[in-house]
């Protein structure tokens, strides 16, 4: 990975710190994408430590929040560097519903929309820098419901986090599905994956409703460091250079939930999303 450059968000903690050590000691420059200063920049020593002969840079923006996620793709377009990978993997879960400054429930604004905003505004230097990849966190918890609510995407009736959280893992399959169909010809990639159930502070926000579940499983639940290969694996491998469009498990290819293989319904999620993000 030496001279290449990976973004990866929500790179503070959990699996997406452990998904930049990876990178960083195979030698890439790493552009760390986090909502906290104080925790980003103690994350970004910690990396750099781990860096080989790559470069380490924090950006500070909230995902939820698309003006930041804007101004954060404009820095970087300012500049010439390229971006080779870029690893979507902030996300959260809630167990109240809430919304952003922008109008939209939090979970589907931070878990989707964000990642769907920041890979359209930074994919013309992504195409740029080919052969280049898209590698997006979702989770087995998307087959969780009966499959995207288009007529109540913003969730405010009957409110249930877990359902909401699993929406939005499939708002990532389905975009990555699409995304894939629209990079065909590019020498760009997209891909997407479950990460295997992970002992980490994610689950801890407003609450967290899967806390007593997280402290229930943590003695059967993967350490960040191993959640993370798929991801690494995703952005790095040579066995995955000409693979795009697909969903994988512990590094290996597999077969999503019925709900995350309607392409009418990733069309329609896109055109929505673009809506969404006034792009």
Same mark, same amino acid.
């Given at each position: 990975?030496? !001279?290449?450059? +990976? /973004?990866?968000?929500?790179?503070?903690?959990?699996?997406?710190?452990?998904?930049?050590?990876?990178?960083?000691? /195979?030698? #890439?420059?790493?552009?760390?994408? +986090?909502? =906290?200063?104080?925790? !980003?920049?103690?994350?970004?020593?910690?990396?750099?430590?781990?860096?080989?002969?790559?470069?380490?840079?924090?950006?500070?923006?909230?995902?939820?929040?698309?003006?930041?996620?804007?101004?954060? #793709?404009?820095?970087?377009?300012?500049?010439?560097? $390229?971006?080779?990978?870029? *690893?979507?993997?902030? !996300? *959260?879960?809630?167990?109240?519903?809430?919304?952003?400054? =922008?109008?939209?429930?939090?979970?589907?604004?931070?878990?989707?929309?964000? $990642?769907?905003?920041?890979?359209?505004?930074?994919?013309?230097?992504?195409?740029?820098?080919? $052969?280049?990849? *898209?590698?997006?966190? &979702?989770?087995?918890?998307?087959?969780?419901?009966?499959?995207?609510?288009?007529?109540?995407?913003?969730?405010?009736?009957?409110?249930?986090?877990?359902?909401?959280?699993?929406?939005?893992?499939?708002?990532?399959?389905?975009?990555?599905?699409?995304?894939?169909?629209?990079?065909?010809?590019?020498?760009?990639?997209?891909?997407?994956?479950?990460?295997?159930? *992970?002992?980490?502070?994610?689950?801890?926000?407003?609450?967290?409703?899967?806390?007593?579940?997280?402290?229930? /499983?943590?003695?059967?639940?993967?350490?960040?460091?191993?959640?993370?290969?798929?991801?690494?694996?995703?952005? &790095?491998?040579?066995?995955?250079?000409?693979? &795009?469009?697909?969903?994988?498990?512990? +590094?290996?290819?597999?077969? $999503?939930?019925?709900?995350?293989? =309607?392409?009418?319904?990733?069309?329609?999620?896109?055109?929505?999303?673009?809506? /969404?993000?006034?792009?």
């Amino acid at each position: 990975m030496t !001279g290449r450059t +990976c /973004m990866v968000t929500g790179a503070s903690s959990g699996i997406g710190k452990a998904t930049a050590i990876g990178l960083a000691r /195979m030698g #890439a420059d790493l552009v760390l994408v +986090c909502r =906290d200063r104080g925790r !980003g920049e103690d994350a970004a020593e910690e990396i750099s430590d781990q860096a080989g002969s790559g470069f380490v840079e924090l950006l500070i923006a909230d995902l939820g929040v698309q003006s930041q996620i804007r101004r954060l #793709a404009e820095g970087l377009l300012s500049t010439s560097r $390229p971006l080779h990978v870029l *690893v979507n993997n902030a !996300g *959260v879960t809630i167990n109240d519903r809430s919304e952003t400054e =922008d109008g939209i429930e939090t979970t589907f604004a931070i878990n989707h929309l964000g $990642p769907f905003l920041l890979t359209n505004l930074l994919l013309d230097r992504i195409k740029e820098s080919a $052969p280049s990849r *898209v590698v997006t966190v &979702s989770s087995v918890a998307h087959k969780f419901g009966s499959g995207m609510n288009f007529e109540d995407i913003n969730s405010e009736q009957n409110y249930g986090g877990l359902r909401v959280y699993g929406r939005s893992k499939l708002a990532n399959i389905l975009f990555t599905r699409e995304l894939a169909r629209r990079l065909e010809g590019t020498d760009v990639t997209a891909n997407s994956l479950h990460p295997g159930s *992970v002992a980490s502070n994610f689950g801890q926000n407003n609450g967290g409703f899967l806390r007593p579940l997280i402290r229930l /499983m943590a003695p059967m639940m993967k350490s960040p460091e191993k959640g993370a290969q798929t991801s690494i694996f995703l952005a &790095s491998s040579p066995e995955v250079q000409s693979v &795009s469009g697909a969903y994988f498990v512990n +590094c290996k290819e597999q077969t $999503p939930g019925r709900a995350a293989t =309607d392409e009418a319904d990733a069309k329609r999620l896109w055109d929505l999303s673009t809506e /969404m993000t006034s792009l």
